[in-house]
RNA sequence: GCGCCUGUAGCUCAGUGGAUAGAGCAUCCGCCUUCUAAGCGGGUUGUCGAAGGUUCAAAUCCUUCCAGGCGUGCCA
């Protein structure tokens, strides 16, 4: 919001610099306009380094140039969203600072936008994101928990940010996995039977699988469970309904769940493996039938047709993604393990060899999530080992500080969860904090509409600012530019608190600037980030300034602060999933 | 061997080619009669893994090397 306004104006001040003849160059401005918030104070609330990089095209000096375009910035002027200092600073940066008109329009512009603040606006494309896509043969442990929480709130932010967007869940639900499930499940139901049947070596466990099959015994009818592969059918769908059970748990929730074994019954395995046949991408060696994935950039061929007759799952993956690319997606994201890095470039081969455009798919990783309590790693399944269940972790801490945790991260970089962290309720835990910050926020609203103690008489007053009178500025705070101008007045009086409010308003402008990088570089995690320094900002401004007055414009000007600053909470903790409580 | 990811303060991590490198934790000092102290302010803390290169400007881009993690199936 500033730094497009920011950007805007520079941007004018080249082409009226070029149009004058002051600049011997094109109307087009040659370098990215980038507005920076300084790190130091001293270098304005916000600055641009663009003349130092025109100094080439130009062959001015930089500081020549940023002297220019301040004087020609002086020109274009304000068009009525308040005004700013511009200055030229050595070696030839521009810095802003922005006056109280301009914070007072940040509020007020936060407030007619209300929860679409911060949206982008629809960029008229459709995306689809693929994630976590576990085997239906078990819970879903920590590492998938990451991929969903990454997924959901990737989904979330590109949506925010003006993207059409899918969500769907591939289901692994064919192949040698499969048929040991089946095997496990069906012999665990013939000893239920009675018959002595030797258990299969390397099964899944017997009691994981017992529940269910007692579950599908009470069901179903014997003659519907006459093969492995029904009971295998029945049981796989009961992992798959609890996968779901637990993701919606989390927040969680896909658009569609997409069956591999359909792929099968359709044909289209079979269409895939023709289609690429077809553009002499396939060979056929040592009875199997192969992918020439050496020619499309893999680091060397790979089996699509087993010398079995069965097809791998790359064969399967081609004609799911051949299925995506013909739903006409725009970009198409899938969300892996790290884990299956090696699967890339075998991807990539395939959808080459459909000739389809490999850059509409990306594939973002997720390193591994370590567990720890008080610094030390845990193992906490009685059932997997060492692997840790999400469902066991969400017990222990709760869906939101999973969802933060797990969203907060670099998709590149491990994470350290620390369990006794995330059920802390201090600053320590950003989660909590974040969610503090917010019902703080509430707690203001609500008690500026009640009577309070007056410390001298000992009696208590009537409230600051009647039910009504607060819907008044609720309603008018979205309307009139100038309502929260007061909220600014007192600099002289207290530049600590002027200062802390300016901190805080600035930081709120920055949600769509936010929200619209995040989106670009699909890190939700920066979002989460964000939160938390809006938190920080939100306590400091509370330390130094009250809101609640006898002074009856300034307290109603604050409490546009105070919903504004809600307001920018709630969008935020929206998109990464995490509740926004009124109370703690 | 090859491929991908990572290396920034004692720890966990941010950092978009820009100005003096940023948070939290830890540690030290100070602060609660006031809207939620479940907190706040201040101090200390760095060969940005190493060496070259590109640039007016490099933690950031390029090359080489070092260290760690993961992967390298006719499993998924």
């Known amino acids: 919001m500033v730094k497009e306004k920011l950007e805007g104006k520079i941007k004018k001040a080249y082409q009226m610099a070029v149009d004058e003849g002051t600049?011997?160059?094109?109307?087009?401005?040659?370098?990215?306009?980038?507005?920076?918030?300084?790190?130091?104070?001293?270098?304005?609330?916000?600055?641009?380094?663009?003349?130092?990089?025109?100094?080439?095209?130009?062959?001015?000096?930089?500081?020549?140039?940023?002297?220019?375009?301040?004087?020609?910035?002086?020109?274009?002027?304000?068009?009525?969203?308040?005004?700013?200092?511009?200055?030229?600073?050595?070696?030839?940066?521009l810095n802003f600072q922005l006056d109280k008109s301009f914070l007072s329009n940040i509020i007020h512009q936060i407030a007619s936008a209300g929860s679409n603040f911060g949206q982008g606006k629809p960029n008229g494309k459709k995306i689809l994101i693929e994630y976590v896509s576990a085997n239906p043969t078990g819970g879903l442990h920590i590492g998938h928990g990451r991929n969903a929480?990454?997924?959901?709130?990737?989904?979330?932010?590109?949506?925010?940010?003006?993207?059409?967007?899918?969500?769907?869940?591939?289901?692994?639900d064919c192949g040698e996995q499969i048929n040991k499930l089946a095997k496990s499940a069906y012999a665990c139901y013939q000893r239920k039977l009675g018959q002595s049947v030797d258990y299969p070596e390397d099964g899944y466990p017997e009691d994981s699988l017992s529940p269910l099959v007692d579950k599908a015994m009470s069901e179903f009818d014997k003659s519907k469970l006459s093969t492995p592969e029904e009971l295998g059918d029945i049981v796989k769908e009961?992992?798959?309904?609890?996968?779901?059970?637990?993701?919606?748990?989390?927040?969680?929730?896909?658009?569609?769940?997409?069956?591999?074994?359909?792929?099968?019954?359709?044909?289209?395995?079979?269409?895939?493996?023709?289609?690429?046949?077809?553009?002499?991408?396939?060979?056929?060696?040592?009875?199997?039938?192969?992918?020439?994935?050496k020619e499309l950039g893999d680091e060397r061929d790979r089996v699509l047709k087993k010398s079995s007759g069965a097809t791998t799952y790359l064969a399967n993956d081609a004609a799911y993604h051949l299925n995506k690319y013909k739903r006409g997606y725009d970009l198409m994201v899938n969300i892996w393990g790290a884990d299956h890095h090696g699967q890339v470039p075998g991807l990539k081969a395939v959808v080459k060899a459909l000739g389809e455009d490999p850059a509409k798919l990306d594939i973002l990783l997720t390193q591994i999530v370590n567990l720890n309590r008080d610094g030390k790693p845990v193992k906490m399944s009685k059932r997997a080992g060492t692997v840790v269940m999400l469902d066991e972790v969400l017990e222990e801490v709760g869906a939101d500080a999973v969802r933060y945790y797990?969203?907060?991260?670099?998709?590149?970089?491990?994470?350290?969860?620390?369990?006794?962290?995330?059920?802390?309720?201090?600053?320590?835990?950003?989660?909590?904090?974040?969610?503090?910050?917010?019902?703080?926020?509430?707690?203001?609203?609500?008690?500026?509409?009640?009577?309070?103690?007056d410390s001298e008489s000992?009696?208590?007053?009537?409230?600051?600012?009647?039910?009504?009178?607060?819907?008044?500025?609720?309603?008018?705070?979205?309307?009139?530019?100038?309502?929260?101008?007061?909220?600014f007045d007192h600099e002289s009086d207290n530049p600590e608190a002027f200062a802390a409010q300016k901190k805080l308003v600035l930081r709120l402008a920055c949600l769509p600037d936010e929200v619209e990088e995040a989106a670009r570089v699909m890190q939700p995690g920066r979002i989460a980030r964000y939160s938390y320094e809006i938190a920080c900002d939100l306590q400091r401004f509370y330390e130094v300034s009250r809101v609640l007055s006898e002074d009856?414009?300034?307290?109603?000007?604050?409490?546009?602060?105070?919903?504004?600053?809600?307001?920018?909470?709630?969008?935020?903790?929206?998109?990464i999933g995490v509740s926004a409580p009124e109370r703690m």
């Open 23 to 93: 600049f011997k160059a094109e109307r087009d401005c040659p370098e990215v306009i980038f507005i920076e918030k300084p790190k130091m104070e001293s270098h304005g609330d916000f600055a641009c380094g663009v003349s130092l990089k025109l100094a080439r095209h130009l062959k001015l000096a930089p500081m020549k140039i940023a002297e220019t375009l301040k004087d020609y910035i002086e020109k274009v002027g304000t068009n009525g969203s308040g005004s700013m200092k511009v200055e030229a600073a050595q070696p030839g940066f």
């Open 149 to 172: 929480i990454l997924g959901s709130s990737l989904a979330n932010l590109l949506s925010f940010a003006g993207w059409q967007v899918e969500q769907e869940f591939y289901i692994n």
């Open 238 to 293: 009961y992992f798959r309904a609890d996968q779901e059970k637990l993701l919606l748990s989390l927040g969680v929730k896909f658009d569609s769940w997409f069956s591999e074994t359909s792929l099968h019954k359709d044909g289209k395995v079979e269409e895939a493996l023709r289609q690429m046949s077809i553009l002499d991408f396939t060979y056929d060696s040592e009875g199997a039938y192969w992918l020439k994935a």
């Open 406 to 453: 797990l969203a907060e991260s670099n998709p590149n970089n491990p994470i350290n969860f620390d369990l006794e962290l995330a059920k802390k309720t201090s600053k320590d835990n950003p989660a909590f904090y974040i969610q503090y910050a917010h019902a703080r926020c509430c707690s203001i609203l609500r008690r500026a509409c009640e009577e309070y103690l």
């Open 458 to 487: 000992g009696k208590m007053n009537p409230p600051r600012v009647s039910l009504e009178q607060m819907r008044e500025i609720e309603e008018a705070y979205g309307k009139d530019e100038h309502l929260f101008d007061s909220t």
């Open 552 to 575: 009856l414009s300034v307290t109603r000007s604050r409490l546009g602060l105070i919903m504004a600053t809600r307001q920018v909470l709630a969008n935020t903790l929206k998109i």
